[in-house]
C-alpha cells in the first residue's frame, strides 16, 4: 500500500502525479488523504470543495487505472498525524508528499507537517517538489 497526501495545490497534484507511477512500478494500490484541521468547524462551502475535489481524484485514479480509495479527513488533526496514522493502519511501504519552499521563519511560526513525516513515518517517505513554472 502506499499513501499520499492530497491537497488542492501545484504541490498537492505533484504527490498524486508520482503516486500513481510509484503505484504503477511496484503494483501496489493507492490511499490518497486529504487531512483537514477544520475538524467540526469546517464551512458547508469548504466541505462541498474539498467533496467536490475528492471525487474528481477518485475519477483520476479510475483513469489511471490504479486501485485504491480516497479519504477525506476531517478530524481536527494536523495533516502529518493523519498520513502516520493511515500509514500505521495500512501497513504502508511508502508515504508521498509535495513539498514547497518555505522561509526559515514560515518553518519556525507554522511548523512542518513535512519534517514531521520524515521523521516519524512508519515507513519510506518520498518528498515531491512541484515542477516551477
Do not use: W
Amino acid at each position: 500500500m502506499i499513501v499520499v497526501g492530497y491537497v488542492s495545490t501545484k504541490e498537492g497534484e505533484a504527490a498524486l502525479e508520482r503516486a500513481f507511477e510509484e503505484c504503477k512500478l511496484r503494483n501496489e494500490e493507492l490511499t490518497v488523504i486529504h487531512s483537514d484541521r477544520g475538524g467540526s468547524g469546517l464551512s458547508g462551502e469548504a466541505a462541498r470543495k474539498n467533496d467536490s475535489d475528492l471525487r474528481r481524484v477518485g475519477a483520476r485514479l479510475e483513469d489511471a487505472d490504479v486501485k485504491g480509495e480516497v479519504r477525506g479527513l476531517v478530524r481536527g488533526k494536523e495533516p502529518a498525524e493523519d498520513l502516520i496514522a493511515v500509514a500505521e493502519e495500512t501497513d504502508a511501504s511508502l508515504i508521498i508528499i509535495g513539498l514547497r519552499r518555505r522561509t526559515p521563519v514560515g518553518k519556525l511560526i507554522l511548523g512542518s507537517n513535512a519534517q514531521r513525516v520524515l521523521l516519524d513515518a512508519p515507513c519510506d517517505v518520498l518528498a515531491v517538489k512541484a515542477a516551477l513554472r
